[in-house]
């Protein structure tokens, strides 16, 4: 096998986990009824909230959870970061801005909302310990 297709095939899982967060709310909720599948919303702090960043090592970064959300969710975080230099762009910060005043008016971080295709919220949580099939266990619950 050539280099060049060793290094695809090594750099293909990062691209399509980064591909599967969506960059625009409105894509995902486009997406969600296109594919008839929930929108999983994640209202973050990246850069200051520990929980947050428990819950995307332990649980987002987990083959365990990739595998599953590519082919169960849309997956959108709205990120609050606070650090001058991870600053979002205006309109990103307006749209989770507008995202949380609707969703998460009571400002929990992390907070972990799954959506309908028209989203309409099945349910509704924050960090929970425990392993990423745990987590996943949890979600859908949500949908029974």
Not at 48 to 60: S, T, V
Not at 119 to 129: E, P
Request: glycine content about 4%.
């Amino acid at each position: 096998m050539s280099v060049g297709i060793r290094v695809v095939l090594l750099l293909f899982p990062v691209a399509l986990f980064s591909q599967l967060w969506q960059a625009d709310f409105t894509q995902a909720q486009e997406q969600a009824r296109q594919e008839q599948k929930p929108i999983l919303l994640v209202f973050a702090g990246s850069d200051w909230c520990a929980p947050c960043k428990k819950l995307d090592r332990d649980i987002w970064q987990s083959e365990t959870f990739k595998a599953y959300a590519a082919q169960h969710y849309v997956l959108y975080k709205a990120d609050f970061p606070r650090k001058k230099k991870n600053k979002l762009s205006q309109e990103m910060t307006i749209a989770n801005t507008a995202l949380a005043e609707r969703y998460n008016p009571k400002g929990h971080f992390p907070l972990v909302v799954l959506l309908d295709e028209k989203s309409a919220v099945y349910g509704k949580v924050g960090y929970q310990k425990g392993s990423p099939q745990d987590y996943l266990d949890l979600l859908n619950s949500f949908l029974q």
